[in-house]
């Protein structure tokens, strides 16, 4: 009972590594499959396969002992290189999907960086009739007649989820009724020096914030003649859609017949899980050294996880005042800030909108040479916004992102 038990296990392994192996190869032409999340299940699925000669009776009866060498080895390949293959996608699967929805909207409505909306999408789902989820606005392009807004969010449990699993389906567009754009803009006039310490998907909080300043920058209407980023990302150039780097391409070009103040240093991770001091220590390092060298005053933003907002805070805290305000932002928008997470009275901060992020298990980093400064040139900043409560009906666009 046992043999035939293990034999038919065996047999089903074999299959579904055949199955995913089919869909591998379907794919093959468009992807590279020089990669260690393909080479490992490939690798995987090679040794279940092999598993089939080395257990025929032909071979056990002539070579037994190679035979069980042999099974045995294959057995141990497979099983840790599907150890690691499903670790890594698990892995994979938390961090690197999000969901971004594209908005159309008339061009009478202004917007300014740094607001949120909240969206009426009754047609998503039932449960869509009583919900009005909260988008922040990552940034905007206008048209001839419209203006597209796009946001990003995480898709964490509930009607982002089931956003994005619809937009994995079929991206589509839906009816939708936007209430805003709400929220205070931060003021970062003032400041000569500003430092967006940003992690993931914290990058889109802080984007038209960063645009805003490249803009005022070339029109002589902000102070700022530093504006630094620090993005600590999971995945590398080539796992972002094509539209992210685009932006940022854009972003570079905004800054080049001005005063050359952007600078980017990316942090790409080098493995899915480990000890995530190495990140801490590289971002406390580059946030004393601005600090260090500042001239007049310095705002440094945060818009990260738990450990990173604490290595930052500690280290801005001995010289807090009114030449070096700390900024907290909230890359999550479907999660209440927690009692635990409350920041020391000392510290002149501005919570981004009531929340705080949940703790997130960062990976073993290396900080890779994408450090990169250009000129550039663009319309000034965005028109103000006048108080009050706005209510649009338009049509939104759901789009994902999964590799």
Same mark, same amino acid.
């Given at each position: 009972m046992l043999a035939w038990f293990h034999r038919w296990v065996g047999r089903i392994y074999v299959l579904h590594s055949l199955l995913h192996c089919s869909l591998l190869v379907s794919v093959a032409r468009t992807t590279t499959l020089a990669n260690p999340r393909y080479i490992v299940p490939i690798a995987a699925g090679s040794a279940l396969v092999l598993v089939i000669p080395v257990t025929c009776a032909a071979i056990q009866r002539r070579h037994i002992q190679f035979a069980i060498k042999c099974h045995y080895l294959l057995a141990v390949t497979a099983v840790c290189a599907l150890t690691y293959h499903l670790v890594e996608r698990q892995s994979?699967?938390?961090w690197y999907l999000f969901l971004w929805l594209d908005i159309t909207?008339?061009?009478?409505?202004?917007?300014?960086?740094?607001? !949120?909306?909240?969206?009426?999408?009754?047609r998503a789902s039932f449960r869509a009739y009583f919900q009005l989820p909260l988008f922040y606005v990552a940034f905007w392009e206008d048209g001839p007649t419209q203006r597209t807004v796009r946001m990003v969010a995480e898709p964490q449990a509930g009607f982002t989820r089931k956003l994005y699993h619809d937009a994995l389906e079929s991206p589509s567009r839906q009816p939708v009724i936007v209430l805003g754009p709400y929220g205070h803009p931060l003021n %970062?006039? /003032? %400041?000569?020096?500003?430092? %967006?310490? &940003?992690?993931?998907i914290g990058f889109f909080r802080a984007l038209s914030y960063i645009e805003m300043l490249v803009q005022a920058s070339n029109k002589r209407e902000v102070m700022v003649r530093k504006l630094e980023v620090l993005?600590? /990302?999971?995945?590398?150039t080539d796992e972002y859609p094509k539209w992210v780097n685009k932006w940022i391409e854009q972003l570079f070009h905004l800054d080049r017949k001005g005063f050359c103040i952007l600078q980017?240093?990316? !942090?790409?991770?080098?493995?899915?899980?480990?000890?995530e001091e190495n990140l801490s220590y590289q971002k406390v390092e580059e946030v004393a050294r601005l600090i260090n060298n500042q001239s007049g005053? &310095?705002?440094?933003?945060?818009?990260?996880?738990r450990s990173i907002r604490e290595a930052? +805070?500690?280290?801005?805290?001995? /010289?807090?005042g009114r030449n070096l305000q700390l900024m907290i932002f909230d890359p999550d928008t479907f999660h209440a800030r927690g009692g635990d997470e409350d920041l020391p009275d000392n510290i002149q901060s501005t919570i981004g909108d009531r929340q705080d992020?949940?703790? +997130?298990?960062?990976?073993?980093?290396?900080?890779?040479?994408?450090?990169?400064? %250009?000129?550039?040139?663009r319309n000034g900043p965005q028109s103000s916004l006048s108080e009050g409560v706005n209510t649009q009906t338009g049509s939104v666009q759901m789009g994902n992102h999964a590799k």
């Open positions: 994979l699967y938390r909207q008339p061009l009478n409505r202004p917007i300014r960086p740094g607001q !949120y909306v909240q969206l009426w999408i009754p %970062f006039y /003032r %400041f000569g020096t500003i430092l %967006f310490v &940003v992690e993931d993005w600590k /990302r999971r995945v590398g980017f240093s990316i !942090y790409c991770s080098r493995t899915q899980s480990g000890p005053a &310095v705002a440094v933003a945060v818009c990260a996880s930052v +805070t500690k280290t801005v805290q001995p /010289r807090a992020p949940p703790p +997130t298990i960062t990976g073993e980093d290396k900080q890779i040479d994408q450090v990169r400064r %250009f000129r550039a040139d």
